[in-house]
């Protein structure tokens, strides 16, 4: 496992609960800041990894350029810097332009268009200018590649081809030559997302806990808080009341993140919905945006039905709405 790639935590194999110890084995300085500053991302220390990423921002150096735009992006979303996080944007779409146009090697323009679509997709933004992510991922190397199949399943996701990105993250897995726990995390936290929406929730939940058992020995909470929505109640369900300390540290941070995504996303109307509901508040609004009937809702999350009925009530009132279809005006897709 080289080092000197892309986001050096993500790529780098390790058993889970070693996180702190693989941060400290990389020899290169430079590139066990940025380890450290992916570490400090992933643990809920957005401060920290932004610190260490803006030092890198103007960097020669394109993998050390790309992972600290990439850090820089998603951990100013977390703060709630909407303008840094578009800088950030700005600088990886500078690189891929000029990696696009006069590649210094195939290798680089492979890390340029894999960050592109990284921001991109995983922001919802769109991915029509940019080159064929499925055709540069072959040279990235191992943890990166089952990342990138990651990022390649929620393009199919967001297209609402949930069995094909079902199938991706299953042979990603499948075929993996070591345990990359990071990108673990994102492929089953897919799964999980793509059950839902096949309406096969006891795999869902199954996929959400092998998520969340590799993700609890380093306490990586960050690829739940960047997934809360999508997963539509599923660590409520699961994780609430099983491991109700991690969960309480998770939903802190979760509705700062959504501001902040929805902010690039959706402006019109996340700033209204991420201040007005709580976590769990939030979980319900999604699947009852989603056709959940009241039962339905309760049998999922372990509530009563007038207990959901309560918080829709709540949540109406929050949002200044009178019915249940109004919901899809605000919550996401």
Same mark, same amino acid.
């Given at each position: 496992m080289s080092e000197y790639t892309i986001l050096p935590l993500i790529n780098a194999a390790f058993q889970p609960g070693?996180?702190?110890?693989?941060?400290?084995?990389?020899?290169?300085?430079?590139?066990?800041?940025?380890?450290?500053?992916?570490?400090?991302?992933?643990?809920?220390?957005?401060?920290? =990894?932004?610190?260490?990423a803006e030092r890198y921002l103007m960097s020669h150096n394109i993998k050390l350029k790309m992972s600290?735009?990439?850090?820089?992006?998603?951990? &100013?979303?977390?703060?709630?810097r909407?303008?840094?996080?578009?800088? #950030?944007?700005r600088e990886i779409q500078k690189c891929l332009e000029k990696e696009t146009?006069?590649?210094?090697?195939?290798?680089?323009?492979?890390?340029?268009?894999?960050a592109g679509y990284m921001s991109s997709v995983l922001l919802h933004l769109s991915v029509d200018e940019l080159p064929d992510v499925e055709l540069y991922a072959v040279t990235l190397p191992p943890g990166i590649k089952l990342?990138?199949?990651?990022?390649?399943?929620?393009?199919?996701?967001?297209?609402?081809?949930? #069995?094909?990105?079902? #199938?991706i993250c299953e042979a990603a897995l499948m075929f993996r030559d070591d345990i990359y726990p990071?990108?673990?995390?994102?492929?089953? =936290?897919?799964?999980?997302? =793509?059950?839902? &929406?096949?309406?096969?929730?006891?795999?869902?939940?199954?996929?959400?806990?092998?998520?969340?058992?590799v993700a609890k020995e380093d306490e990586f909470l960050e690829p739940f808080v960047e997934h809360h929505g999508l997963l539509q109640g599923?660590?409520?369900? =699961?994780?609430?009341?099983?491991?109700?300390?991690?969960?309480?540290?998770?939903?802190?941070?979760?509705?700062a993140f959504s501001r902040g995504w929805m902010s690039i996303h959706n402006p019109m109307s996340g700033n209204s919905v991420t201040d007005a509901l709580s976590t769990v508040e939030f979980s319900i609004a999604m699947l009852a945006s989603r056709d959940w009937n009241n039962q339905e809702i309760a049998d999922y999350l372990g509530f009563s039905p007038n207990t959901v009925k309560t918080y829709l009530s709540r949540i109406y009132e929050k949002m200044n709405i009178n019915k249940r279809d109004e919901l899809k005006n605000y919550m996401l897709k």
């Open positions: 070693e996180a702190k110890k693989m941060v400290d084995s990389f020899e290169d300085r430079d590139f066990q800041e940025i380890a450290r500053a992916e570490y400090y991302y992933f643990t809920g220390q957005a401060e920290e =990894c932004n610190h260490i600290s735009c990439l850090l820089y992006v998603y951990s &100013n979303l977390t703060l709630g909407e303008a840094a996080s578009r800088k #950030g944007l146009k006069n590649p210094s090697s195939a290798e680089d323009r492979a890390v340029s268009v894999f990342f990138s199949a990651y990022v390649i399943a929620h393009m199919a996701y967001l297209k609402g081809e949930y #069995g094909r990105a079902l #199938g990071i990108s673990m995390i994102y492929l089953y =936290c897919m799964i999980a997302m =793509c059950q839902m &929406n096949l309406k096969n929730q006891q795999k869902a939940k199954d996929a959400l806990m092998l998520a969340w058992n599923l660590l409520e369900s =699961c994780i609430r009341k099983e491991d109700s300390k991690l969960y309480n540290k998770l939903s802190d941070k979760v509705i």
